[in-house]
């Protein structure tokens, strides 16, 4: 069973710990940035989006957690933002640990979100996938979601 349960500072230091390298691998393969200048931009991006760490209001940040040999495991993060006009809600990070990962987890992962945010009235989630992760555009495709635009970059020389 996946359920969700709020983000302690605990857990919280550990999103930041996973989120700014992973997030500044992205941005250094995506928008050719030295490390050290995707790293510092991936910092400024969590302390811009939670000046006031897990108690940041309008940011929902979750672990995610799977019951399995009655133990409660830790098996991912999720993080989103909710526009209510809209009734819907932004995905910035959907992310699963490498060892849970290609067991229909993240599956019924969005599927408990999806019932949890019927749940409080939303009627749409939306994300953003990194044209070369492979894996997870799968993983939505075969959640239902469709694609609705292509994001696409240049770098211009100095």
Known sequence: MI???PITSATFQGFVDYFVPDYAAEITANYQLSETEALAQAAQEIKNSF????N???QTLLCITHQENNRELHIGYLWYKANTLQ???F???FYLFPLFRNKGLGRKALRALEERLTHEGCRQIQLRVAGDNAQARHLYEVSGFRVT????NKVLEK
């Open 3 to 5: 359920a969700f349960t």
């Open 87 to 89: 009734k819907s809600v």
């Open 56 to 58: 940041t209001p309008g």
């Open 91 to 93: 995905i910035n990070e």
């Open 51 to 54: 000046p006031l760490a897990e």
């Open 149 to 152: 635009g292509v994001n696409m």
